[in-house]
Every structure is written in structure tokens, then in C-alpha cells.
């Protein structure tokens, strides 16, 4: 049965107030909900913010091999907040509804693909009286989703099984929050403040006892004098509103280790199992820029460790309830130990790589398989860039496994935003392929 693919990339809450992500990066994310379009079968529906490049849909179709049954895209009317990105009033607007509704009957469509499981999307499954909208559409509807997207319960999951976590502790108050950040800003270690729900390191700050910290996996770096007290609790008292969601939320606080790699796993949660989508590490500059897959990590001895933990990790809220795609994030520090940071119970940055990755590659692409995908690339004409890929023979050849894939349009966004996948035998022909792309595109060089 077909599924209507739901690009809702955020909650509403982190697009309000003082936790509002600039204009120009939400018409980034809007773009980047194009790329869902990987993750579509035969007669899927799928619904964006914003209208994607037709050229990129065709491109996508035939390298999938739908073009004879080919997806549907529906947009709906903007709304109040315009039309960056997908919320209650405009998946809830009576025309939209009556048209997916048309249309879910039409090609079959039996269940909700969202990125993000919010009010929004669980009260369009509702309206749409699908005969299975989403999977434990129980456990979310009690709140459950937001459980598996919450940084502080990821902790005290995390204690409860024994995974190794950077030193922290989530503190609900100003002075919980000095408390903890004051001794290691006076022993010369930086912290990172975390906000609860947010995505991409957004939402995140990391304070630093000195200067000349460049930091990933957050979206600033703050110099506080260590011996100065009253100067932390002022920053810390300014900042608390948007640090803790307006008092709603608690708020994690962690010595930030510097020199450590971000890493990820994808998992597949069903009834019956945990499965391995793929893992591999980000490229943070400072936020989520690109992946590299596998990671140069997983040579690491602690490597099959960290799949152990990753593992328990998805049994246990598989215990719990949730079912649906996950994505767990961890950091391998300077001495080559790996410690998680967080989950996150929805569609993630690498669920369309890891698609394309199982369609063009096989199910286990990274085993024999260097892939790296780069973000923030840009073009005038979809058309003229594979044109050129083609001609430069950095095309994707399906006979040799090798070459560049477009996994993201850079359509209807003021900067660059679409994404090239290159995929090469090893890492080093994969670096050798991406500064060939470079070149040859004139993309904008790291």
C-alpha cells in the first residue's frame, strides 16, 4: 500500500519567541523536506512546504524506477507563519484535507510517513480516517514521541541502562545550572547548555573560559570570565527563558569535551525488531553539515561497542512503545572512547542518504561502500549540473557503484541548498570525487 510522506522538519515551538531560527535558515529547511522525495514508493503522497524542482522529482523517480507510477506532491496553503515550513493551520486546512483525502483514496495510501510526529500530524490522521496511520499511534498520541525527541530523558534513560554519557546532569533552575558549570569554567573546561527539544545543534550554547574555542553542535560560543560569578548568573539568568522553553522544560548541561567527532546511528524500530539503517559521522561547521559514511571511527576498538549500546538503546524504547525511525548521537573523544549524547524518534539528516544508499548500493551499503554527503551546494540549473557530472564522468555509474548521486534541489532558497551524495570504493577516492565535484560545480569550498 502507498503512504503519504508528511516534511513537518520542526515543531512549532523553536520557530517562536526568542527560540526562533532565522528566516533564511527556515527556507533552507524547507528546501532540505525536498529530499524526502527519496523516501517515496509507487504512488506515495508526498506533502512539503514548499513546491521542489520538477527536474529534481524526475531525477529522483528514475533513479528510484517509478517514473510509471510516480509519487504526488500536495502543498498546502500557507499559513500563518508563512510558508517555510508545515504546521497545525496549514495540514489542517479544509481544502488541503478534502484533496489528501481525494487522493489517499485514489492510490491507496493506508498510513502516515512524518517526519516529525507532533499534534499537527497525529490529528491529520485523524481527519484522514486511515485504516493504519501510524505505527503505535497509542503510545504517541500519550505523549510518547516527545519521550524519544527529549535530550533530558535520553539521559535518564541512558543512566537507567548504563550508557556511557559525557559528564552532566539536567538542572531545572539558574543556580541547579551554575551549580554544576561553575567548578569546571574555573578548572578551564567549557560546558554546552542544551535545550530539550531542538534539532541540528540549534538551541544549543556552549560556554568557554577562554577565548579561541570554534565548538560543533552548537549554535554559539559564549566567553565567560571563570573567576566571575556574578557574571555566570547573569548570563545564565538572561538566558534561561530561552534555554528552558519559558520555564516549560528542564535544560541538560555537559562538559563539552573539544577535539571530539560527532557520530551517528540510524535505527528502525517495528513491532518485531531493531533494525540498522546506517551510521556514520557529521561534518559540523559548526552545525550539521554533511555526513560521512562509514565513519573513520568505526576502526576504532570501541566501535562494536558503541553498536551494543545503540542497540540496547533501540530495544529499550522498543520496550516502551515507540515504533518508527530513530537516530542516536554520540561523540568519539580524544582518547577514543565513545560517549552518547542524545535520540531523536523521527526521520532524520541521513534516513534519505541511507535510502538511496539501500536502493543504488544495497541494504548494507557501507560495508563496501565509501559515501559522503555534502551539504550547502548550489547551482543555477539542476539540469546543467548533472549535464556537467556527466560530462566530467562523475555521474553515478549503477555498473561501478561509483560516482555522485543529487540527493537535495538548491530550488527556491536565497543560498545553497542542495546536497550531493559521492560514492566511491574508500574514503580517500570518496575525498579525491568530492574535490573533483568542487571544482567542476564551482561549489563553495569548506
Known amino acids: 500500500m502507498a503512504k503519504i510522506i508528511i516534511g513537518n522538519q520542526l515543531t512549532e515551538e523553536t520557530v517562536e519567541g526568542d527560540r526562533a531560527l532565522p528566516a533564511e535558515y527556515l527556507t533552507y529547511l524547507a528546501a532540505v523536506t525536498h529530499r524526502l522525495a527519496w523516501c517515496a514508493g509507487a504512488n506515495d503522497i508526498i506533502v512539503l512546504p514548499t513546491e521542489p524542482d520538477p527536474e529534481f522529482l524526475s531525477y529522483v523517480w528514475r533513479r528510484l524506477g517509478i517514473e510509471d507510477s510516480r509519487p504526488v506532491v500536495l502543498v498546502p496553503p500557507p499559513g500563518r507563519q508563512g510558508s517555510a515550513l508545515l504546521y497545525d493551520d496549514r495540514l489542517h486546512h479544509p481544502e488541503f484535507v478534502g484533496q489528501l483525502q481525494k487522493l489517499a483514496a485514489e492510490r491507496g495510501a493506508d498510513r502516515l510517513f512524518p517526519f516529525y510526529v507532533d499534534s499537527a500530524t497525529t490529528g491529520l490522521a485523524e481527519s484522514l480516517e486511515l485504516k493504519d496511520p501510524l505505527p503505535a499511534a ?21 543512566a537507567g541502562i548504563g550508557i556511557p554519557v559525557p559528564h552532566g546532569r539536567t538542572v531545572a533552575s539558574v543556580d541547579e545550572a551554575a551549580e554544576f558549570v561553575r567548578p569546571l569554567l574555573r578548572a578551564g573546561q567549557p560546558v554546552i547548555v542544551k535545550q530539550d527539544v531542538h534539532g541540528g545543534g540549534y538551541g544549543n ?8 574555542l570554534q565548538g560543533y553542535g552548537a549554535e554559539r560560543v559564549t566567553v565567560l570570565d571563570p573567576l566571575d560569578d556574578t557574571a555566570l548568573l547573569r548570563h545564565l539568568t538572561g538566558s534561561w527563558d530561552r534555554y528552558s522553553h519559558d520555564g516549560r522544560r528542564r535544560v541538560v548541561v555537559e562538559g563539552y569535551i573539544d577535539g571530539s ?10 513491532d518485531e525488531d531493531v533494525t540498522t539503517v546506517g551510521y556514520g559521522e557529521m561534518r559540523m561547521a559548526p552545525v550539521n553539515n554533511g555526513l560521512v559514511i562509514p565513519p573513520p571511527s568505526a576502526d576504532l576498538p570501541s566501535f562494536p561497542g558503541f553498536l551494543d549500546h545503540a542497540r540496547r538503546v533501540g530495544d529499550t524504547v522498543r520496550a516502551l512503545g515507540y515504533r518508527g525511525p530513530m537516530s542516536i548521537d554520540a561523540i568519539v573523544v580524544p582518547t577514543g572512547e565513545i560517549l552518547f549524547n542524545e535520540f531523536n524518534g523521527r526521520v532524520g539528516g541521513s534516513t534519505h542518504i541511507h535510502r538511496i544508499g539501500a536502493h543504488l548500493l544495497g541494504p548494507e551499503h557501507w560495508r563496501d561502500r565509501a559515501l559522503i554527503a555534502r551539504s550547502r551546494c548550489g547551482w543555477d540549473s539542476l539540469a546543467r549540473a548533472v549535464s556537467t557530472l556527466e560530462e566530467q564522468g562523475l555521474a553515478f555509474d549503477p555498473e561501478t557503484r561509483t560516482g555522485v548521486v543529487i540527493a537535495g534541489d538548491s530550488h527556491g532558497t536565497p543560498g545553497p541548498s542542495g546536497q550531493c551524495l559521492i560514492v566511491a570504493p574508500g574514503l580517500p577516492e570518496a575525498q579525491a570525487m568530492e574535490a573533483r565535484l568542487i571544482r567542476v560545480l564551482g561549489l563553495e569550498d569548506d
Open 261 to 270: 567527532v560527532p557520530i551517528y546511528i540510524e535505527l528502525y524500530i517495528t
Open 205 to 212: 550554547e556552549i560556554l568557554a573560559p577562554a577565548e579561541g
Open 138 to 158: 497509542a503510545f504517541l498520541r500519550a505523549g510518547g514521541n516527545e519521550l524519544v525527541n527529549s535530550k533530558t530523558f535520553f539521559r535518564t534513560l541512558a
